[in-house]
């Protein structure tokens, strides 16, 4: 290999800073500019023609907002020199493939998009960008395969028919109406069910919630109808229009889809989310700045650019702010309504968004202080709006809305028209108003403290104020105080004094043997679980470190004690007893307790659906317990199968290598796992696996058992199932299912089999459908 | 040494987090920084002679990236109605957590 010289470098990275630059803020013209980098790159092209054609193609991939920026230098250098173009479009086709191989669905999709706006720019014949649709489109129509395949095959040739349609129109009308005729047949066949499980609002009033390619194709469709004419993407090649009709065409090479491999994981479908219309917005200083409606195809194009942004500097929040805010468009649309949109859209993702949600959090708080005189207000209308659609909200966006409106009001100074839904003190706290305002606080008081919290709501507020987040020890150390009867209160004395004096755990654990007469042993070791639980936890109530301390000294004693699910339930709940006003405390507490595998993940389950809970059920934090958990031991599993996986893996190269003797020395001094570790590796992964299964069994049989016994009971007192409860409840279930979705899919058969079957009410039934019609 | 420092910087998932609100809790801390992602620790700083918090604390995540996560979103954010700092620390050492606030 020869050695590059430094000119060499020199140069090349010159070229490539050109060419990634070209487009930027500039003095003269976008055309003036291509022109100019166009005759540059052409006297280079003998030298450095791999790597020009190598940055051409990352561009074409990598920068989806400037596609037509690309193609047009294509195009010009095309003109100039045939078979670099040639080179070009076999690149592109290149990437395109491996892009597919490596499921990078978006990359391959923008790859598409850019090979037909090439036909734009007269590098590429119609008929032959036709006839690769055609092929996309009988992927679309294959049968036998996975939806979400089909899916992207057809979303993927709709997405570029803005670009490409004119073209095709007026040169290929025939083909081209013929190819819509397929998509659109497919569409009109395409099974549904999944729809109503990423919806972020069950209602269509007063915008319809539509599922993705459906909106798409009513878009095209539109498009279509203003025979393909739109006015929003930025087309550079018109102005060269005259030089580039000279240019002769390539045809692209036979491209056919590989086929579908069981292991292939597709894009989720999605639902389009939509909250505003033109009415929403104020009336401009003139009369151009209106919202596009929701089948205009600019509606489609501008989302998915601000998305394309959102993608791209999401890691540096403020540059995302003033990126988003000086979208090129800005004053020809109702810009803070469209990124608010389009934030909350990916905020309230099913089954999860793209980013972490205080990524969208704190750019929200970046837009705020970037533009003060009219994103807040802007925010402020949005929060309103979805307030008031919140009754039909899916339970987990429920969820994600307050954990937004909390954290964005922590930021600022907990102002808000509070007042203004007074209203909601007076209704039934389980509607989802109330209920949304009491979270909104209770969630508040966890980032600043109480007094704030109080101080901040009117004092009508008092039904929604949180309580203060004390401890509440129940028995009385004092034989005078009140409680003092309680059965267990001379042990916890005995406990106190024993921990203060700094004792010996074997002690302790005597201590709490030492049998009172006439107690039954199963009684007995609910109270020394009680007692001891409530004691420790007590006496380090003063922060979270303190508990955690307490934990991790009183480990064995706490091992010792928790030796069954009966003791660990007992635990959770003597917790529970004394921090019940703490929600935040016990969810640490509830975390460390899995950690430190005192008690485990089907134990948690168990007791968050307990009797004793039931007052629990529909509130915030007990879901968040009980998500954690199923983390918890998805984490756990994931590790386990990844260490099995890469041990096996060791074994195996190993044995295939042995041949070749002088293989690099790195390899030789790793550790080689023998096949009894593999095997052992594997069966505690086994195990872990049967332990995630059965924590979703226990889970989703309670779910179907409170949720069958109140419709049978509602049946038989002749009233209305669908009450709070029931929505919460069927919400919660289904957010099991979609948030975990990946982890539950694995036993879906099982699940099938033994909990969701066919004699099952056809309402819980239908959340399980759902969930599998996800992967369909 | 400065390289050994650097290098203890890059892979470190530990930040120091300062110009708190010297009420500002543990729980609240947790709260925020949990958002980036699972927390293994907190120290808070406390005055050297009066024990008492003093504006600043140690948070370790269990990994890099959270810890990335925090430096992206939390640096420069609201807390208790102050702006708080992050920076990577090469890892909390006991004796580290008493300053002067």
């Not at chain 1, 292939?264 to 009336?283: A, K, N, S």
């Not at chain 1, 987990?396 to 307050?402: A, E, G, K, N, P």
């Not at chain 1, 034989?479 to 001379?490: D, H, K, M, T």
């Not at chain 1, 950690?595 to 007791?607: D, G, H, L, P, R």
Request: include cysteine; charged fraction near 25%; glycine fraction near 4%.
């Amino acid at each position: 290999k020869k050695r590059r010289t430094n000119e060499t470098v020199e140069i090349e990275d010159r070229l490539e800073s050109l060419i990634l630059r070209v487009g930027e803020k500039s003095t003269s013209s976008l055309e003036s500019n291509l022109e100019g980098l166009a005759s540059v790159l052409e006297a280079d092209l003998t030298t450095y023609k791999n790597k020009i054609l190598k940055i051409l193609v990352d561009c074409a991939v990598s920068l989806p907002d400037k596609c037509t920026i690309y193609t047009t230098l294509i195009g010009l250098l095309n003109t100039k020199n045939y078979n670099f173009g040639g080179e070009c479009v076999e690149l592109l086709i290149k990437s395109m493939k491996d892009s597919l191989k490596t499921v990078k669905w978006e990359q391959a999709r923008f790859a598409l998009r850019f090979i037909a706006d090439l036909v734009n720019c007269h590098v590429i014949s119609a008929g032959s960008l036709l006839q690769l649709m055609d092929n996309f489109v009988d992927a679309a129509l294959e049968e036998g395969v996975p939806q979400v395949r089909r899916d992207w095959f057809a979303y993927a040739v709709l997405s570029c028919l803005p670009w490409v349609g004119r073209e095709l129109y007026e040169k290929k009308e025939s083909e081209l109406d013929r190819m819509l005729g397929s998509l659109e047949g497919y569409i009109k066949r395409r099974n549904k069910t999944h729809h109503n499980a990423l919806r972020v609002f069950r209602s269509d009033t007063p915008h319809p919630q539509e599922e993705y390619l459906d909106c798409l194709w009513q878009q095209i469709k539109r498009l279509r109808s203003d025979m393909w004419v739109e006015k929003h993407i930025v087309r550079p090649y018109l102005a060269f229009d005259s030089v580039l009709c000279e240019a002769l065409q390539h045809n692209l090479p036979q491209m056919v889809p590989q086929p579908h491999h069981p292991s292939t994981i597709y894009p989720l479908p999605q639902v389009v989310f939509r909250m505003f219309d033109y009415t929403d917005c104020p009336e401009g200083p003139s009369s151009t700045i209106i919202l596009p409606g929701q089948h205009s195809i600019e509606r489609y194009l501008i989302e998915e650019q601000l998305r394309h942004i959102l993608k791209t500097y999401h890691k540096e929040r403020k540059e995302c702010a003033a990126q988003l805010l000086s979208y090129p468009l800005k004053n020809k649309i109702p810009l803070e309504y469209m990124i608010v949109e389009v934030m909350f859209g990916e905020i309230f993702r099913l089954p999860n968004p793209e980013f972490i949600e205080i990524a969208y959090g704190s750019i929200l708080i970046e837009l705020c202080k970037l533009q003060p005189s009219t994103m807040p207000q802007v925010l402020a209308q949005a929060t309103e709006l979805l307030f008031e659609r919140i009754d039909t909200m899916s339970v987990t966006c429920f969820d994600r809305f307050i954990s937004w409106f909390s954290y964005h009001l922590s930021n600022f100074q907990f102002r808000w028209s509070w007042e203004d839904w007074e209203e909601h003190t007076k209704t039934d706290p389980e509607m989802p108003k109330p209920k949304f305002i009491k979270e909104v606080l209770l969630k508040c008081l966890r980032l600043a403290y109480h007094q704030r919290i109080v101080d901040v709501v009117p004092e009508s507020f008092a039904a929604f104020a949180p309580e203060k987040p004390e401890a509440h020890f129940k028995f009385a150390l004092d034989p005078n105080e009140p409680g003092a009867e309680i059965n267990g209160c001379n042990l916890a004395f005995k406990l106190v004094n024993a921990i203060k004096q700094k004792i010996s755990q074997e002690e302790i654990q005597a201590i709490l043997s030492d049998i009172p007469e006439g107690e039954q042993d199963r009684e007995l070791n609910t109270l020394k679980v009680t007692v001891f639980t409530q004691t420790l936890l007590h006496l380090a109530s003063k922060s979270f470190s303190h508990s955690f301390a307490a934990i991790a000294k009183f480990h064995p004693t706490f091992k010792t004690l928790a030796d069954t699910e009966e003791a660990q339930i007992c635990m959770l709940r003597s917790m529970y007893e004394l921090w019940r006003k703490h929600h935040q405390m016990m969810v640490v507490l509830v975390d460390k307790l899995l950690k430190t595998q005192i008690v485990e993940c089907s134990a948690v389950a168990n007791w968050l659906f307990s009797k004793e809970m039931v007052g629990e059920f529909t509130k915030v934090y007990t879901w968040e317990i009980l998500h954690l958990t199923i983390r918890k031991m998805n984490k756990h599993v994931n590790k386990l199968n990844k260490e099995a996986n890469d041990a096996r893996k060791m074994v195996e190269d190993v044995e295939s290598e042995s041949e070749d003797s002088d293989n690099d020395q790195s390899r030789k001094t790793m550790e080689k796992p023998t096949e009894e570790q593999v095997e052992k590796l594997e069966e505690k992964l086994e195990a872990a696996q049967a332990d995630q299964k059965n924590l979703f069994l226990i889970i989703f049989q309670r779910f179907i058992m409170i949720l069958s016994e109140h419709l049978v009971r509602c049946d038989t007192d002749g009233v209305n199932f669908k009450n709070p409860w029931y929505h919460w409840t069927i919400g919660r279930l289904q957010q099991i299912f979609l948030l975990h979705h990946e982890q539950v899919e694995k036993y879906s058969t099982t699940l099938e089999t033994l909990l969701f079957t066919q004699d099952l009410d056809p309402n819980i039934l239908d959340v399980f459908q759902q969930f599998l019609a996800l992967r369909m | 040494s400065r390289t050994e420092q650097e290098r203890l910087l890059a892979q470190s998932c530990t930040l120091y987090v300062g110009n708190m609100s010297f009420y500002t809790t543990e729980e609240q801390l947790y709260e925020l920084f949990g958002k980036c992602g699972d927390v293994k620790r907190i120290v808070m700083g406390l005055d050297k002679f009066k024990r008492t918090p003093c504006g600043f604390c140690f948070i370790e995540f269990y990994n890099r990236q959270d810890g990335e996560h925090a430096m992206a979103y939390i640096n420069s954010t609201r807390l208790d109605d102050r702006i708080i700092r992050t920076d990577w620390d090469a890892g909390f050492v006991e004796g580290r957590q008493y300053g002067r606030g």
